[in-house]
């Protein structure tokens, strides 16, 4: 058995040596062109069903969600990410559309997603349309946002009191902060900045175990600022 293992061997590293890899170029150009392929296909399953977004599947089954999920503003998202590799005016065309379904989302002041909500959405769209109604939308997402902060404890409340926690801050909020960032530059607003660097910093303090690795929700006591869970 050794002495047959000892011959394939060099035969195994002779045909891989020997097989031809495909150009980079092309396994990316056929992954987009697939992507857009699905796209499409679920853009248009939705396309009567008036506020609805996709969700996920289950058995098979297309889950939708409306503009109150935090993953709202994944799909329009998507839909313009293709979009900047393509310019076909029918992924344009449901970029928009798809991204008009979660423009409410501006109004939310329940949780910490307004960034995933928003710049997901009318970010990219901004970005490769600058669209100015797109802008204003989240200039009203980012007022929504930065009233979750809060001065004393310095950081953005992602989720409501509960009987569990009394102001908990989870990781992903991080990701929520490109948003103020991006909104501060463009409309000179220097508190969007301010808020996204404390929350950072507090962050920064408390959420990493000694091993760098961090904890999903740290919750802190709302009369000392300190974590309490």
């Not at 950081?155 to 991006?182: A, G, H, R």
């Amino acid at each position: 058995m050794i002495a047959i293992c000892a011959f394939l061997m060099p035969l195994a590293f002779v045909s891989c040596g020997g097989a031809k890899q495909e150009p980079m170029e092309l396994v990316i150009e056929r992954g987009l062109a697939n992507s857009k392929q699905q796209a499409l296909l679920m853009a248009k399953s939705l396309e009567d069903k008036d506020g609805e977004l996709p969700r996920t599947f289950e058995d098979s089954i297309l889950k939708t969600c409306n503009y109150r999920a935090w993953i709202s503003g994944f799909f329009p998202g998507t839909l313009w990410y293709l979009f900047s590799v393509d310019s076909d005016k029918e992924l344009l065309s449901y970029a928009q559309m798809y991204t008009e379904r979660v423009e409410e989302a501006k109004h939310v002041t329940t949780n910490h997603d307004l960034g995933f909500m928003l710049n997901c959405s009318f970010g990219n769209g901004y970005r490769l349309t600058g669209n100015e109604q797109y802008l204003d939308v989240m200039k009203t997402g980012a007022q929504s946002l930065a009233s979750r902060f809060n001065p004393n404890m310095q950081l953005i409340k992602s989720w409501e009191t509960s009987k569990k926690w009394q102001y908990p801050v989870i990781i992903d909020n991080m990701m929520n902060l490109e948003f103020l960032c991006f909104m501060a530059k463009e409309t000179g607003v220097v508190n969007y900045l301010d808020i996204a660097n404390q929350h950072a910093q507090k962050t920064l303090i408390n959420h990493f175990r000694p091993d760098y690795s961090c904890y999903h929700v740290v919750s802190y006591d709302t009369i000392t600022g300190m974590p309490h869970f």
